[in-house]
T-cell receptor, first 115, second 114 residues
Framework: AQKVTQAQTEISVVEKEDVTLDCVYE???????LFWYKQPPSGELVFLIR??????QNEISGRYSWNFQKSTSSFNFTITASQVVDSAVYFC????????????FGGGTRLMVKP | GAVVSQHPSWVICKSGTSVKIECRSL??????MFWYRQFPKQSLMLMAT?????????EQGVEKDKFLINHASLTLSTLTVTSAHPEDSSFYIC??????????FGPGTRLLVL
């Protein structure tokens, strides 16, 4: 079975602070995809990133960066210089052929950025 | 880009009635669509896998007779909540894509059963 764990249920930071959201996963597949989604209060899921299991390069997109480490089965997400608009629930997810290609989600981390 | 739509976006119904939610892929064909449910302050849980032309596959604990799924075409899957009760109130969201590596969420449907 595959599993995604987001140990941090809630994080509160002050604007301009950096914050890292942790994600640890389990899967039997050697080929899989990892994802991060943002869910603002409106509810719609906003796609942030997809990472192939064979690509361990870290990625940076503006204030967002992701650290993928297969050795520790982790795919952490860092927001640099956080802003109030970053306040949302963030989900890490895993998709693998063995599990039927559906997305398995972590429990989510609620990020609150205070002005 | 690829888009997945859902209709309705919001529905309120009386207990005991049935509600149909549609999930459409607008510019690609999807042989498989996934239905998720999210209760307030919880994560997204897979309810069922909808397969075009065949029966849906339900996750453990999801009543197939209560949540009817019909995937009649390569661009449309429907989820019908039969005899809805207040505990069925939730956010229902579908996931579909042209390939397993590339999938998109619909905007979701909020169901409130009174």
């Amino acid at each position: 079975a595959q599993k995604v764990t987001q140990a941090q249920t809630e994080i509160s930071v002050v604007e301009k602070e950096d914050v890292t959201l942790d994600c640890v996963y389990e899967t039997r597949d050697t080929t899989y995809y990892l994802f991060w989604y943002k869910q603002p209060p409106s509810g719609e899921l906003v796609f942030l990133i997809r990472r192939n299991s064979f690509d361990e390069q870290n990625e940076i997109s503006g204030r967002y960066s992701w650290n993928f480490q297969k050795s520790t089965s982790s795919f952490n997400f860092t927001i640099t210089a956080s802003q109030v608009v970053d306040s949302a629930v963030y989900f890490c997810a895993l998709s693998a052929p063995y599990a039927g290609n559906m997305l398995t989600f972590g429990g989510g981390t609620r990020l609150m950025v205070k002005p | 880009g690829a888009v997945v739509s859902q209709h309705p976006s919001w529905v309120i119904c009386k207990s005991g009635t049935s509600v149909k939610i549609e999930c459409r892929s607008l510019d690609f064909q999807a042989t498989t669509m996934f239905w998720y449910r999210q209760f307030p302050k919880q994560s997204l849980m897979l309810m069922a896998t909808s397969n075009e032309g065949s029966k849906a596959t339900y996750e453990q604990g999801v009543e197939k007779d209560k949540f009817l799924i019909n995937h009649a075409s390569l661009t449309l899957s429907t989820l019908t909540v039969t005899s809805a009760h207040p505990e069925d109130s939730s956010f229902y969201i579908c996931l579909a894509g042209p390939t397993w590596e590339t999938q998109y969420f619909g905007p979701g449907t909020r169901l409130l059963v009174l």
